[in-house]
T-cell receptor, first 109, second 115 residues
Framework: GQQVMQIPQYQHVQEGEDFTTYCNSS?????IQWYKQRPGGHPVFLIQ?????EVKKQKRLTFQFGEAKKNSSLHITATQTTDVGTYFC?????????FGSGTRLLVRP | DTGVSQNPRHKITKRGQNVTFRCDPI?????LYWYRQTLGQGPEFLTY????????KSRLLSDRFSAERPKGSFSTLEIQRTEQGDSAMYLC?????????????FGQGTRLTVV
C-alpha cells in the first residue's frame, strides 16, 4: 500500500535558525498537502501543492513539490517560537489522504 | 461554530465493551475521513466516505471496526470488543472534494482510553 515517509522525526533549533522537513511517497501523488499540529491540538491545513515542481510561499514558509510528484519539502526561514509544533505532509492518491509520521519542531527562545 | 464536530471528546471504557463515536462534518462537505492517532505518530488512515458511500477501509483495520455515514451527513465509528491497543485519539476530517482542491478540516478528536 501507499506509504509516506517524513524526516527528520525531531528538529530542535535556536530561534532565528532555519528548519526543513522532507517528505517522500512510495507512489506518485495527485497532490500533496501540509498540516501543522500544535501540542494538544488537531492538524490544521497549511497548503496544497498540485503541479510538478510547484513552489509556494507563505511568509517565512516555502513549500516545494518534486518533479516526479513523489516528494516534497517545507522550509521555514528564521524560526520563531510560534512555529513550534509537528508538521505533517499528507499525500493524496486515489482520493485518500495518507499522512507522514511528522516532524516535531522545537524552538529555543 | 460551523467546523467539524466530534462527540464525545473523551471516552473511557473497559476492555471488551463496545464504543461508538460521532462526527458531524462541515455541512456542504462530501468527503469524510476517519483517522487514528497515537502519541508521536501521524494520523493513521482508517476509512473514508464520498457522500454516503464508504470507498475504502484500511487493511490494517480489524473487523471490530465499522463506520457508517447514513444519508451522507454525519458519520459514526464503532469499535466492538475494545482492546487496550485501541486506546488512541480518533480524528474525523471532512473536505469538499471539488476539482483538485481536497483540503481537509479536522475535528478536535475523541480520545479513547481502554482500561
Amino acid at each position: 500500500g501507499q506509504q509516506v515517509m517524513q524526516i527528520p522525526q525531531y528538529q530542535h533549533v535556536q530561534e532565528g535558525e532555519d528548519f526543513t522537513t522532507y517528505c517522500n511517497s512510495s507512489t506518485t501523488l495527485s497532490n500533496i498537502q501540509w498540516y501543522k499540529q500544535r501540542p494538544g491540538g488537531h492538524p490544521v491545513f497549511l497548503i496544497q501543492l498540485v503541479k510538478s515542481g510547484e513552489v509556494k510561499k507563505q511568509k517565512r514558509l516555502t513549500f516545494q513539490f518534486g518533479e516526479a510528484k513523489k516528494n516534497s519539502s517545507l522550509h521555514i526561514t528564521a524560526t520563531q517560537t510560534t512555529d513550534v509544533g509537528t508538521y505533517f505532509c499528507a499525500g493524496d492518491s486515489s482520493y485518500k489522504l495518507i499522512f507522514g509520521s511528522g516532524t516535531r519542531l522545537l524552538v529555543r527562545p | 461554530d460551523t467546523g467539524v464536530s466530534q462527540n464525545p471528546r473523551h471516552k473511557i471504557t473497559k476492555r471488551g465493551q463496545n464504543v461508538t463515536f460521532r462526527c458531524d462534518p462541515i455541512s456542504e462537505h462530501n468527503r469524510l475521513y476517519w483517522y487514528r492517532q497515537t502519541l508521536g505518530q501521524g494520523p493513521e488512515f482508517l476509512t473514508y466516505f464520498q457522500n454516503e458511500a464508504q470507498l475504502e477501509k484500511s487493511r490494517l483495520l480489524s473487523d471490530r471496526f465499522s463506520a457508517e455515514r447514513p444519508k451522507g451527513s454525519f458519520s459514526t465509528l464503532e469499535i466492538q470488543r475494545t482492546e487496550q491497543g485501541d486506546s488512541a485519539m480518533y480524528l474525523c476530517a471532512s473536505s469538499l472534494a471539488l476539482g483538485r482542491n481536497t483540503e481537509a478540516f479536522f475535528g478536535q478528536g475523541t480520545r479513547l482510553t481502554v482500561v
